[in-house]
């Protein structure tokens, strides 16, 4: 966050996102707000000529769209000519902040069980050496990947306390739960889907 705050080269600071995905997944929440239905995944101002359906999930949609009802609305209050692409650079911000926060806690709580409660906040440091992750989570980036990546986590926490036997059936319910919603996110999540059934069938035999 402070990387991107005082990095003269950030997106943040020059006041632009990552990926033309994170641009197209706005598109899609303006158009949400402005009455397209939840179901209805056309995105007729993408292409005049030809009217595309995306394959994209709206369940992504609903923080985006929350948080910039929630700025629309102080800025009607407090009477700021603000537009609304300027309200969502703020969204942008904020929200992988929010996803990154819950992916520390995360592994904070992976970590638990292997090094105990004194210690588990250090497997935290080994975050930002995982780039590629890091990026999911940068503050502009806003596509979905950063949720699948959550889900997977999740379920690994949830296989974790199976196989240490805490709550099991629990702990079973949760990980298919998790897997589930990433599913719905994106189809990126096969492969963990694969590891996961793997380690699950292990369980089970031994």
């Not at 537009?83 to 992988?96: K, Q």
Request: include cysteine; glycine fraction near 6%; charged fraction near 10%.
């Amino acid at each position: 966050m402070l990387s991107a705050i005082y990095n003269p080269n950030s997106y943040f600071n020059h006041w632009i996102m990552p990926d033309s995905d994170d641009y197209t997944r706005f598109v899609q929440v303006f158009n949400w707000l402005d009455g397209q239905s939840w179901f209805d995944m056309r995105m007729p101002n993408l292409y005049q000529q030809h009217v595309i359906s995306m394959h994209w999930a709206r369940l992504v949609d609903i923080p985006l769209a929350g948080l910039l009802l929630a700025f629309e609305s102080i800025a009607h209050l407090l009477n700021w000519n603000t537009p609304r692409t300027g309200l969502a650079m703020l969204v942008a911000f904020i929200i992988p902040c929010i996803l990154l926060f819950v992916l520390l806690k995360l592994v904070r709580a992976c970590a638990r069980p292997l090094l105990g409660k004194r210690w588990a906040g250090i497997a935290c440091l080994m975050v930002p050496l995982a780039i590629q992750l890091v990026f999911q989570f940068s503050p502009m980036r806003v596509d979905h990947h950063a949720y699948i990546l959550l889900g997977a986590g999740l379920s690994f926490y949830a296989l974790q306390n199976m196989a240490l036997g805490i709550a099991p059936k629990r702990m079973a319910i949760l990980a298919g739960a998790a897997i589930g919603i990433a599913m719905w996110n994106g189809a990126e999540i096969l492969p963990m889907l694969l590891g996961l059934g793997i380690c699950i069938t292990l369980l089970m035999l031994f």
